[in-house]
């Protein structure tokens, strides 16, 4: 499984916290999942992603404009 937390890097606590809580996620699930922060804006917008932070799956978006809480990552991961 692929994970993209994308946002705007060091300057935006809300996009540092999706990116932590989603490493906290996959270790809470015993995962070795892949996860890839990405600060590009470029990327993003080729990416369809308008409204960091994100969360995406296997290329699909599944959050934006808003920081998740591991355990609800977790939950999006199992329904993957």
Known sequence: MKIKVLG???G???CNNL???TLKAVKN?????EVEYITDMKVMLELGIIAPPALM?????L???KSLKAKDI???LNNV
């Open 29 to 33: 699930m015993g995962k070795d999942y």
């Open 19 to 21: 990116y932590e809580e």
């Open 74 to 76: 977790e939950k999006l």
């Open 8 to 10: 705007s890097g060091s």
């Open 63 to 65: 959050s934006q404009g």
């Open 57 to 61: 799956i296997n290329e699909k978006i």
């Open 12 to 14: 935006c606590a809300s």
